[in-house]
T-cell receptor, first 117, second 118 residues
Framework: GAVVSQHPSWVICKSGTSVKIECRSL??????MFWYRQFPKQSLMLMAT?????????EQGVEKDKFLINHASLTLSTLTVTSAHPEDSSFYIC?????????????FGPGTRLTVL | AQKITQTQPGMFVQEKEAVTLDCTYD???????LFWYKQPSSGEMIFLIY??????QNATEGRYSLNFQKARKSANLVISASQLGDSAMYFC???????????????FGKGTKLSVKP
């Protein structure tokens, strides 16, 4: 089956530092990857849609200069939280869709728990 | 207006019994897909079942079935023969139509926490 990995699975950082989260599709090519954020006891909220080789599309209210997304290849997208603050502490989940798949199923990574001190 | 509504914040079910988790949706798009995901405490999102808006029959996957009532815009998840391992958050999600080859994003409901009692 289609597998998506995320690294790291958890990270603790100091306020003001930057953190990079990787999302990889291990056994398939993904033209599109999605980045979600989930606060405790809440639903997943889409942050941005990342298409290989082009700029990411950010949802309203998400600062593109703070959450940098790079989708350099068909198997890798990265999310960098720049100058992280405690309010950025959350569970970040990526998902990927199979290239050319009309079914459009999204395969989710295991998530990254970010804690900003 | 919310696109996906899950009215049950929490549900309890006795082991081996069936349970229905409610989901209603709102869209004017004739082409859409409905998904259910399970999220255990570990955080991973586990795909359970999919229903396309043009599918004539209700989707089934093992112990999971989707009660799709298009006119009512509801897509309830039915779990039969509940197991202790079914205890988790369950999210209903919708994807509206696919724009020119790019993949439409998922819109999630707020989720229902299911607890299975032994």
């Amino acid at each position: 089956g289609a597998v998506v990995s995320q690294h790291p699975s958890w990270v603790i950082c100091k306020s003001g530092t930057s953190v990079k989260i990787e999302c990889r599709s291990l056994d398939f090519q993904a033209t599109t990857m999605f980045w979600y954020r989930q606060f405790p006891k809440q639903s997943l909220m889409l942050m941005a849609t990342s298409n290989e080789g082009s700029k990411a599309t950010y949802e309203q209210g998400v600062e593109k200069d703070k959450f940098l997304i790079n989708h350099a290849s068909l198997t890798l997208s990265t999310l960098t939280v720049t100058s992280a603050h405690p309010e950025d502490s959350s569970f970040y989940i990526c998902s990927a869709s199979l290239a050319g798949d009309s079914y459009n199923e999204q395969f989710f990574g295991p998530g990254t728990r970010l804690t900003v001190l | 207006a919310q696109k996906i509504t899950q009215t049950q914040p929490g549900m309890f079910v006795q082991e081996k019994e069936a349970v229905t988790l409610d989901c209603t949706y709102d869209t004017s798009d004739p082409s859409y897909g409905l998904f259910w995901y399970k999220q255990p405490s570990s955080g991973e999102m586990i795909f359970l079942i999919y229903q396309g808006s043009y599918d004539q029959q209700n989707a089934t996957e093992g112990r999971y079935s989707l009660n799709f009532q298009k006119a009512r815009k509801s897509a309830n998840l039915v779990i039969s023969a509940s197991q202790l391992g079914d205890s988790a958050m369950y999210f209903c999600a919708m994807r509206e139509h696919n724009y020119g080859g790019s993949q439409g994003n998922l819109i999630f409901g707020k989720g229902t926490k299911l607890s299975v009692k032994p």
